[in-house]
């Protein structure tokens, strides 16, 4: 079985072993995997944001495939489960290139509603018929991540 | 209105003018976009069977919870629209970092195939109740992995 696996460090499992928790952050490269992980996300929203903005300013054509694939996409994204991304242990300060703020972990309930309203702002851009209604529905989109940014994301390191 | 949006280029749009496809990939870092997109994705996927593999090898403590979010987000990703990912235009040699090969754009429902079933061996994975149960469901996610990249992906850059 050979297998593209990127091994996990003992210093994850010990950090693990240390704080209860199944998984957990640390100081060291491997323990920033899950910070990489949820950056590519959100590089994915905002790379179907880009898609979605272009199209709503006439900086790319209006294609019907391309706006409900970057709908269904950014959907997809928001929708994903968050126990492997937004990992305790992993706020900044804790390990490097994060920028999530502590309070991520004391309102969980609180963060998964800013994705689930990111979730319902992209599914209500599928089936804009042109580029002034794919542009009338990113408001609400850039709304939920102003909101969420701000609740939830720290400066920049 | 102030979104995070990356504006596309003009080389982009010439592209498509010339093309005639809806978004095409350009020699420039702009068109490059589609490319660092769709790493993502990969990076996504490699992190969460990173996850699964370290369980099934012991290296981390079998986590139920763990385990499902892994394979519900390998799920997703490998169900995500391809059409704003592997854009036409983008293959290796045509813009840099790709190592996408042409076949994927003359074989469209094969290359799709192909992440129907990373999609199902993943959904295999959940529900999976020790460590033992992942690695045995590893196999044939790594083999699905093994499967798209032989065919459609060519060598490092």
């Not at 989109?141 to 920049?156: A, I, N, Q, V």
Request: charged residues 20%; contains cysteine; glycine residues 12%.
């Amino acid at each position: 079985m050979k297998l593209h696996f990127r091994s996990l460090t003992t210093a994850v499992l010990c950090a693990t072993l240390v704080t209860g928790a199944a998984l957990a952050g640390s100081h060291s490269a491997e323990g920033n995997k899950a910070v990489q992980a949820r950056k590519a996300l959100m590089g994915m929203v905002g790379y179907h944001t880009g898609l979605l903005g272009a199209i709503a300013k006439g900086e790319m054509p209006y294609d019907a495939a391309i706006v409900n694939a970057s709908a269904a996409n950014i959907q997809a994204l928001a929708a994903m489960e968050r126990a492997t991304l937004w990992i305790e242990g992993t706020e900044q300060g804790a390990v490097p290139d994060s920028r999530a703020k502590a309070e991520i972990w004391g309102n969980p309930d609180d963060f998964g509603a800013k994705f689930a309203d990111l979730e319902k702002a992209a599914a209500a851009i599928s089936g804009a018929t042109d580029a002034a209604a794919v542009g009338a529905a990113m408001g609400p989109l850039g709304g939920t991540c102003k909101s969420c940014h701000e609740t939830y994301r720290g400066p920049e390191n």
